[in-house]
């Protein structure tokens, strides 16, 4: 932490402001420039409230210095962290692709489905139970129903299934019936739920908020972790922004800068940034050319009928020629990962 | 709903595309014009999902009309919502103001604030128990304990309480101690926790999310009030945008925008949108001129010592200034009010 | 600035980020930590490009400490700066208010416009006679002839006026009719016409970038003040957000931040901000509130038939009500302004 | 256009707003609802200001329908624009990499470095001699000479070159050195300079304004197209979001959204964007993977001794292991371009 004086900060306030540090049990580095002071603070664990030294006199400015990201961080595990959910391997080279429709609807939209996808290459299976829906006066998803499906979709097909948990309430049943729990980006920083869920013996997959920063993401997983959970993998799917051609703005600079700070897998959701299917492919491809661990995408076997989100749901048509893309991009990226 | 056509669809796109809306229990009315043909569609109660036509051949784009906010908006009940917390009336011509910490830290520390802010001219009292941070490695708050301060600083200075729910676990909790339940931004797309609060008997103070729109803001508000309460308070706190010298961007354009659609009370909290003492008492003039309910500010004793966002708090003698200068404003906006 | 070392930085790594800064002709300053190193540097004057020391050896990362606005800035100028253009007076106790047409289109729109405005207490008359127009196929302006409208305007009410200039090229121009030249936000950014207003005799009234930040704000009026020109007045006129209820977000925030930071005046634009009148005047309140010297509104005898953004123009009796509300609210604000 | 009524509005508003919509020579057509009325508009050319219906009574909203890309839209063009440099054809199946230092800084930097560039495979060869610095302090390009060192680069590497025009001042300047100019992001609604250079006979290379939407950024090629010049490629460079880690968030999305709607060549900017090196190649690859015609980065023979931006420049061994894995990604996208 640095502390800037204002460069009319008397000896005393800069005295007054060193003596603060030490009372907080750092150590202050006063280093006198030409216009002003500033005071470099060493010695601290855990981050330091900055009010206790921004508020006293001649202080213009504290800036933090480091950021901590004790359990997420490579600085404490530089190897890559490899979550597993049965036999797929986030985090491995091969590009893991979760596929499935925004929401389970029936056991006859779901169960061929999850077998066709698994034909096409999918490695695990998505589907929403609980829907966090804007509006009240839309469709929720099946609740339980939809996990049962979803659990006779995966003994069918084989294929792991990841699905939304939206409260501690159902943390039970959903445990019960699936493989990894989704936390969607609406709950990343829920904190009950973030800290239940770190209690779970499941893998969960964490989704970055619509206005999260890269500190709030991961602290957000910090949060998982430090109950106990270290199989955490983290899913961009876009940011809010101003731009209004697409639903929100797929930031995939996050993810190299992501895999650089972090040794946790990345993966990345382009059917919700996008918003329409036509952006949906161009988008994927651009997220495993930027180094993603995998990919989660909307696919659905009638887009047109479709209960949500049907206008950004690939045809299996579409989706078989993505995985075919994914497979010509792949050598560029992992080379030696 | 309109459905706007390519210019190059086909008399049969068209004809299906009317079908489809037929199919729907809806009414086409297909306008021609000189590049391409547009269908007006009339007849829908709820909201119709745009996919089920979207995706047609021949389909450019399916543009909503009009949004419905049966609960919160003006539509259905053109005159202003008084919320009634004991005496405190909002939506009133007189500005509510809610004042206290951030974090309830102690008893010393909070009543004997609460019976100063009393006699400052402060509404209500306002105190964090539990505290939604970003990093789990900062106070987390004092829990029950703190809620237990709050009902004993109401009951020596005689001001009703709001207090943050993180928890649908919580609630009987809060309810016990508290006489209106906040809901935090980051919690304004909680569902289960809104419909929960929807089926408590207390007043709800929802903070908008913040990168939320007006709309999903006044759909937040629907959860609620679709489930029974009524009594719910809308709180501009800032919006996330590129601009760094604040925390957030205070939107206030938004107060005049939620009074003009919606007639349930609006208050703001300019105090987390600033994050710097020496911007809250003028956002908090603002709020006031551009017709604010209410104004909800962090106040401590010793902002020094503050265990949570001690640069954003006023001091009493800023906060009985700030008192003053609202008494001012306040006849400039709410002469007929 | 601040050089923050990683935490497997060699001593190596560490002396020869100190020599670069010695060979910079600046001072180094090692703090070292529990963690990593920190190298405080002192004694540089202008801004020095931090890839210099980002691309050593085990740099993590490189921070600006403090932010030189020279001429900008209170820290060389504490006192208010006032700027007069012909009686009035912007930095001054009393609120200047700028009303009149968004585009100069006849002269029987403007004349006219002016003297009734001059009745209602405006300080300065506003048209655009060259307009920055999204479209190449809308209208562009009157140019010359808006100019010439102007001037006769400002004879028969005795407003000074202020209009937009877009190109080098105009400025004579510009210069022989009107009394203060506006610098729009599509052009805070347009170096070339920021140095050459910086050398007009004409003060300039300059328009924060849609997304500009603080920071890049008074850099575009250091470029005008460094050629010379002292006489420059700062005006927000919103950002561009993800809110989508209104035009732009209009940042008051920045209002008593740019008054701490920077001795120049501060008006602000609510009308294009708003993009709709309904808006226009609770912000026009809220700006005088928040600490404003002064306002631009835009104000139109029959908004329904402008030429451009009549959406947002205010009517005359909307004004004169607006007028009031200005006078009720300034002693809340400027009592010793 | 479409013409949204309120609920409440009488049969009288209704035909009023018929009248106004036939007095502008245009077809209404009233589509009456449950709840409302709406009326399509038809019959419009260019855009209808849509104030002059929306201030009349019983009005509640105007909604645009359509939008206007005359000259850079598809539906008049169909076919992909080449915009051809040189040898070099934007567009064409194989991606075109333009790359060079930020700034030309001397002979001895630039000549060889793009003799360098063109052996490992570039196709054209960039570096700025007018620079938009964000502080008048800092260095502002060499101008006139910097022109002549890039001619004398062309000559020794025959790589065509392009560098940034800010003044219509400058432009015979830069016509006599330089093969394509490019329009900066600080200059996209610079609507004199776009004009001027859609006079000139050189190919123009248009950069996204960093807050601009895919409308506002078509409509600047408009401004070019309109004046006669139809050689102009896009590139997006990166906008302005809350996002703090890397520079500007690179919105890859609108590279498929741009060759949908538009026939122009469309590439991408990763180096602005991203604003350190490590996160310029995983940005580059997946620019490719979405379907971008080219790319433009910054290269510089040893980074930490650029005058500007050294941190995002990539060394020539950087550059050459990008070239390579834009082989292996191209033929996943450009299988039938």
Redesign the interface.
Known sequence: M?V?MK?GATRDDIKQVCQAITDLDLTP?P??????T?I?V??????V????L???PGV??V?R??K?F?LTGR?MKPENTIVQVGEVRFGDPEICVIAGPCSVESHEQTVPSARRLKELGAHMLRGGAFK????????QGLGEEGLKILAEAREQSTLPVVSEL????DLDLVEEYIDMIQIGA??M?????L?RVGRSPKPVLLKRG??A????FL?AA??IM?EGNRNVILCERG????????RF?????????LK?ISHLPVIVDPSH??GKH??VI??A???????ADGLMVEVHGD?????????QALTFDMFAELME??R??T???RREA
Chains 1, 2, 3, 4 share one sequence.
Do not use: C, W
Request: without cysteine.
């Open positions: 640095l800037v460069s580095h280093i006198p420039g030409k216009l002003r500033a470099g060493t010695g601290n664990v855990a981050p409230e900055p009010t206790l921004s508020t006293l213009a400015d800036i210095v480091t901590a004790k600085e966090p829906r804007t509006s009240p006066y839309t469709f939206m409260s501690t309430e609406r709950n920083q829920n904190y009950p739920l800290k619509m206005s920063t890269l500190e709030e602290l910090e949060y430090s940011v809010r922004t101003f731009s209004d051609f697409s703005t797929l930031d995939l600079s996050i993810v190299p800068e650089r940034a996008a036509s952006l161009p988008l491809r651009a997220a495993v050319a930027a180094g887009p047109s009928k479709a209960r949500s989100d049907g206008a893309e994914v010509i991009i050598p560029a990226v």
